[in-house]
T-cell receptor, first 114, second 109 residues
Framework: DGGITQSPKYLFRKEGQNVTLSCEQNLNHDAMYWYRQDPGQGLRLIYYSQIVNDFQKGDIAEGYSVSREKKESFPLTVTSAQKNPTAFYLC?????????????FGPGTRLTVL | GQNIDQPTEMTATEGAIVQINCTYQ??????LFWYQQHAGEAPTFLSYNVLDGLEEKGRFSSFLSRSKGYSYLLLKELQMKDSASYLCAVLDSNYQLIWGAGTKLIIKP
């Protein structure tokens, strides 16, 4: 079955530690996205990547970093510079240009920093 | 700036009809999406409108007026499982999705 996987579903970290969230897709999608969602708020774009080895900052990139070494993978690192990292993190991808603009989502990772 | 407005919360009765409104002001427009999101889960796609008018898909319909910057999602024959948040999102001129904060829909028996 094709889809997007994120692991783990729940993650706990101590303040000051970096943590990496995994996102893998086998849909052959070119573009991938990372969003953050806080209670009662919409999705806010952290980073996105339209092709391998290239990525762009979104609206709230400070304190985060990404890499896109393979088409299938787009990991997100939450660094100690992120002031308020506790949130629900969603990874998404879109089909190749011209097919559809729909974004397909992974199940999300809930990060709690203690 | 870019802005999408939706009501924060709505309540409806099982079996009834509810309309969730969305107004938007964005830099360009390449389509409007509605997604459903149950608590603690990822959003799932409901509809996509790029031309004016009504799109019907089973119990759910979505309407768009580009001149008014307005859309609504209509849910008929409400079921308890429809209790969720409904997110409106607009694809802007750069093909980036701008998200509303979502409308939490509470269904009562």
């Amino acid at each position: 079955d094709g889809g997007i996987t994120q692991s783990p579903k729940y993650l706990f970290r101590k303040e000051g530690q970096n943590v990496t969230l995994s996102c893998e897709q086998n849909l052959n999608h070119d573009a991938m996205y990372w969003y953050r969602q806080d209670p009662g708020q919409g999705l806010r774009l952290i980073y996105y990547s339209q092709i391998v080895n290239d990525f762009q900052k979104g609206d709230i990139a400070e304190g985060y970093s990404v890499s896109r070494e393979k088409k299938e993978s787009f990991p997100l690192t939450v660094t100690s510079a992120q002031k308020n990292p506790t949130a629900f993190y969603l990874c998404a991808s879109t089909p190749p240009s011209g097919d559809s603009n729909e974004q397909f989502f992974g199940p999300g990772t809930r990060l709690t920093v203690l | 700036g870019q802005n999408i407005d939706q009501p924060t919360e709505m309540t409806a009765t099982e079996g009834a009809i509810v309309q969730i409104n969305c107004t938007y002001q964005t830099s360009g427009f390449n389509g409007l999406f509605w997604y459903q999101q149950h608590a603690g889960e990822a959003p799932t796609f409901l509809s996509y409108n790029v031309l004016d008018g009504l799109e019907e898909k089973g119990r759910f319909s979505s309407f768009l007026s580009r001149s008014k910057g307005y859309s609504y999602l209509l849910l008929k024959e409400l079921q308890m499982k429809d209790s969720a948040s409904y997110l409106c999102a607009v694809l802007d001129s750069n093909y980036q999705l701008i998200w509303g904060a979502g409308t939490k829909l509470i269904i009562k028996p």
